[in-house]
C-alpha cells in the first residue's frame, strides 16, 4: 500500500525559504502512470494546489505561486520536494503530498493517496 | 484562476439525499472529464470519493455518485449517514495545465 509522509520544519520565519520532502514507500516514485504533488490547506480555510512534478523532473505549478515554488524530484530516495521562498504569514497552512494520477501526457486527474500533513507556521 | 464555486454548507437528515454543486468555467469543468470530489474529516488528510466526474475509487460507498452538465458537477450523497459529517471539495484539471479545487462544502447530518 503506497504511503506517503511529509518532513520539515514546523516553523520557517517570515523572508526565509519553506522547504519540506515527502518520503513514498510501498510504490515507486518513478511511475509512468501518477504525478507527485504539493497541496496546502491554510487553518480553518480551504485546499489550495502548489504545484505537481513527473519521475523525469517536468513540473506544473499554481500561477500565484510560481514565482516562489520550486519541486524537485530524487528518484533514488524516492522521495520529492518543495521549496517556497519569501514566505509570509499568509504561507502558514497544513502542507500535503499527495499522488495525482495521469490520465495521459501533461494531464493532472484526481489525487490519491495524499500524505498525514504537517503544519508549517511562518512566525519570527 | 478563481476557485471552484461551491455552496458554503449543506445539511440533511439520516437516510435522506444531498447534493452538492461546483461551478466552473469551459476551461476546467466544463472542459474535460477530469472533475473529483474529496472528503475531509476534522484534523484528517482529504480522501478521494469521486474521480473522473463519476467513477468511484475501491472501497468507498456507493451511497455516492458523481455527476456533470456543462459547466456544473455534482456530488450526491444518498441514504445520509451521520459519518458522512465532513467538508467536501471539488477539483479540476484546467486548460492551463493546472489543479484547481472548489471552495469547500460543510456537510451537517441532522
Known amino acids: 500500500q503506497l504511503q506517503l509522509q511529509e518532513s520539515g520544519p514546523g516553523l520557517v520565519k517570515p523572508s526565509e525559504t519553506l522547504s519540506l520532502t515527502c518520503t513514498v514507500s510501498?510504490?515507486?516514485?518513478?511511475?509512468?502512470?501518477?504525478?507527485w504533488g504539493w497541496i496546502r490547506q491554510p487553518p480553518g480555510k480551504g485546499l489550495e494546489w502548489i504545484g505537481s512534478?513527473?519521475?523525469?523532473?517536468?513540473?506544473y505549478y499554481s500561477p500565484s505561486l510560481k514565482s516562489r515554488v520550486t519541486i524537485s524530484v530524487d528518484t533514488s530516495k524516492n522521495q520529492f520536494s518543495l521549496k517556497l521562498s519569501s514566505v509570509t504569514a499568509a504561507d502558514t497552512a497544513v502542507y500535503y503530498c499527495?499522488?495525482?494520477?495521469?490520465?495521459?501526457?501533461?494531464?493532472?486527474?484526481?489525487?490519491?493517496?495524499w500524505g498525514q500533513g504537517t503544519l508549517v507556521t511562518v512566525s519570527s | 484562476q478563481s476557485a471552484l464555486t461551491q455552496p458554503a454548507s449543506v445539511s440533511g437528515s439520516p437516510g435522506q439525499s444531498i447534493t452538492i454543486s461546483c461551478t466552473g468555467t469551459?476551461?476546467?469543468?466544463?472542459?474535460?472529464?477530469?472533475v473529483s470530489w474529496y472528503q475531509q474529516h476534522p484534523g484528517k488528510a482529504p480522501k478521494c470519493i469521486i474521480y473522473?466526474?463519476?467513477n468511484r475509487p475501491s472501497g468507498v460507498s456507493n451511497r455516492f455518485s458523481g455527476s456533470k452538465s456543462g459547466n456544473t458537477a455534482s456530488l450526491t450523497i444518498s441514504g445520509l449517514q451521520a459519518e458522512d459529517e465532513a467538508d467536501y471539495y471539488c477539483?479540476?484539471?484546467?486548460?492551463?495545465?493546472?489543479?484547481?479545487f472548489g471552495g469547500g462544502t460543510k456537510l451537517t447530518v441532522l
Open positions: 499527495a499522488r495525482h494520477f495521469r490520465p495521459s501526457s501533461a494531464v493532472l486527474s484526481w489525487i490519491d493517496p
Open positions: 510501498g510504490g515507486s516514485i518513478s511511475s509512468r502512470s501518477h504525478y
Open positions: 512534478i513527473y519521475y523525469s523532473g517536468g513540473t
Open positions: 469551459s476551461s476546467d469543468v466544463g472542459g474535460y472529464d477530469y
Open positions: 473522473d466526474v463519476r
Open positions: 477539483s479540476s484539471y484546467t486548460s492551463s495545465t493546472t489543479v484547481i
